[in-house]
């Protein structure tokens, strides 16, 4: 074990030193917040399935481990009911790991971005779930959204500006990109007010698709903003099978690089009176490859480049359910094709069923490390 940490060790600094970083400036042009390759530490203090103990799920070790195979940071989602319960009292053991976790993260020389991922009123996949969000049409709720980054840059701002930054607000599914302007404009100038240079980052309307950034409405001469975007595109094969999507009801092959679904499987096995189920495959019979995953995000990179900010990629994966061949070539090419285009990224996710563990499925438990996945992703040698 000593000999695998002192080559994990010596990948580490090489890949530091070779990072070719992106980097965020403040007031005096000093680098201040510096990402480039990232993993999600979700289902902790974020959509907690109960997979595993909820305090025990991430440690220390985890975090050593994070920093040894060669990530620079962490993306940390939480969630309003894991931190506050209903009466809105802070739930401090949630808190104290949260706080942990950052302080672990400054001991590796991680960055860290703590991603407000689901509050009350609103949920990314609430149309999946069949409930509704009320952060968009609730003053009530968009005052109490504002007031939980008070708190949170009240608990937070202690941290170096160079190591932490705030993501404002994972996947917002407003009705109108300027509902979500508005709101993320309000919350914007209250942390400005409590932090003038702390990182932001901040994501389109509508799932954080790159196609949206668009329609942002930045604040102004502001140039410590992080812009961010989410892919999973083609869904029908990075969802294949995941029961908490419309893709579940398909039931034929697909496969990575090439068309998704074939023309004769998707006459064969798809509903086309199905909307939900139609709308998810619509690009499966598009042929994709590394130039294909480009293109997702292509619009998102010129965006970025008019507006001088920093892109980033907060969430990209592929489910375990596919040929697990076709599952690598995918991870292959959608690192290539973010790092050629100098785009930051972060992989959803540590542990879990997209993780960079194997998953046991019936247990619900993550196993052993992916050497083969995590050698892809962040181009290391056991």
Same mark, same amino acid.
């Given at each position: 074990?000593?000999?695998?940490?002192?080559?994990?060790?010596?990948? #580490?600094?090489?890949?530091?030193?070779?990072?070719?970083?992106?980097?965020?400036?403040?007031?005096?042009?000093?680098?201040? #917040?510096?990402?480039?390759?990232?993993?999600?530490?979700?289902?902790?203090?974020?959509?907690?399935?109960?997979?595993?103990?909820?305090?025990?799920?991430?440690?220390?070790?985890?975090?050593?481990?994070?920093?040894?195979?060669?990530?620079?940071?962490?993306?940390?989602?939480?969630?309003?009911?894991?931190?506050?319960?209903?009466?809105?009292?802070?739930?401090?053991?949630?808190?104290?790991?949260?706080?942990?976790?950052?302080?672990?993260?400054?001991?590796?020389?991680?960055?860290?971005?703590?991603?407000?991922?689901?509050?009350?009123?609103?949920?990314?996949?609430?149309?999946?779930?069949?409930?509704?969000?009320?952060?968009?049409?609730?003053?009530?709720?968009?005052?109490?959204?504002?007031?939980?980054?008070?708190?949170?840059?009240?608990?937070?701002?202690?941290?170096?500006?160079?190591?932490?930054?705030?993501?404002?607000?994972?996947?917002?599914?407003?009705?109108?990109?300027?509902?979500?302007?508005?709101?993320?404009?309000?919350?914007?100038?209250?942390?400005?007010?409590?932090?003038?240079?702390?990182?932001?980052?901040?994501?389109?309307?509508?799932?954080?698709?790159?196609?949206?950034?668009?329609?942002?409405?930045?604040?102004?001469?502001?140039?410590?903003?992080?812009?961010?975007?989410?892919?999973?595109?083609?869904?029908?094969?990075?969802?294949?099978?995941?029961?908490?999507?419309?893709?579940?009801?398909?039931?034929?092959?697909?496969?990575?690089?090439?068309?998704?679904?074939?023309?004769?499987?998707?006459?064969?096995?798809?509903?086309?009176?199905?909307?939900?189920?139609?709308?998810?495959?619509?690009?499966?019979?598009?042929?994709?490859?590394?130039?294909?995953?480009?293109?997702?995000?292509?619009?998102?990179?010129?965006?970025?480049?008019?507006?001088?900010?920093?892109?980033?990629?907060?969430? #990209?994966?592929?489910?375990?359910?596919?040929?697990?061949?076709?599952?690598?070539?995918?991870?292959?090419?959608?690192?290539?094709?973010?790092?050629?285009?100098?785009?930051?990224?972060?992989?959803?996710?540590?542990?879990?069923?997209?993780?960079?563990? #194997?998953?046991?499925?019936?247990?619900?438990?993550?196993?052993?490390?992916?050497?083969?996945?995590?050698?892809?992703?962040?181009?290391?040698?056991?």
């Amino acid at each position: 074990m000593k000999k695998v940490f002192l080559i994990l060790s010596v990948i #580490f600094l090489v890949n530091h030193v070779n990072a070719g970083t992106l980097k965020s400036m403040n007031g005096d042009g000093m680098k201040s #917040f510096e990402i480039k390759r990232g993993v999600n530490l979700s289902h902790w203090l974020s959509q907690d399935f109960g997979w595993e103990p909820k305090y025990t799920f991430i440690k220390e070790s985890d975090i050593k481990f994070i920093a040894g195979i060669g990530y620079d940071h962490v993306r940390l989602p939480i969630d309003e009911q894991e931190m506050w319960d209903e009466k809105g009292t802070p739930i401090k053991e949630a808190f104290d790991h949260m706080t942990a976790c950052l302080d672990w993260s400054a001991k590796y020389n991680l960055r860290a971005i703590v991603d407000l991922h689901i509050v009350r009123a609103h949920h990314f996949n609430a149309a999946n779930d069949g409930t509704s969000n009320t952060l968009w049409t609730d003053p009530a709720a968009q005052e109490h959204f504002v007031n939980i980054w008070i708190k949170l840059s009240g608990i937070l701002h202690k941290y170096p500006n160079n190591m932490v930054a705030y993501e404002i607000l994972n996947e917002a599914v407003a009705p109108d990109h300027d509902d979500w302007n508005k709101l993320m404009n309000k919350a914007f100038a209250a942390i400005r007010k409590l932090e003038p240079e702390r990182v932001l980052v901040i994501g389109a309307n509508m799932w954080q698709i790159a196609s949206n950034l668009k329609y942002l409405k930045l604040p102004q001469n502001d140039k410590n903003i992080i812009l961010s975007f989410h892919t999973y595109s083609p869904m029908a094969f990075t969802h294949y099978t995941a029961s908490w999507t419309p893709i579940k009801k398909y039931k034929g092959p697909v496969h990575y690089p090439g068309q998704i679904i074939t023309d004769e499987n998707y006459k064969k096995y798809i509903d086309t009176t199905d909307a939900a189920l139609v709308a998810l495959a619509a690009d499966a019979r598009d042929f994709y490859n590394k130039q294909r995953l480009v293109e997702v995000f292509k619009e998102g990179i010129e965006f970025a480049k008019a507006k001088n900010l920093q892109l980033y990629c907060g969430e #990209f994966g592929c489910f375990p359910a596919v040929d697990r061949k076709d599952r690598l070539a995918f991870y292959s090419d959608m690192i290539a094709a973010l790092e050629e285009n100098n785009v930051a990224w972060c992989n959803w996710e540590y542990k879990g069923d997209f993780g960079i563990y #194997f998953f046991d499925s019936k247990k619900l438990k993550s196993l052993e490390p992916d050497y083969e996945l995590i050698k892809i992703l962040l181009k290391y040698k056991q």
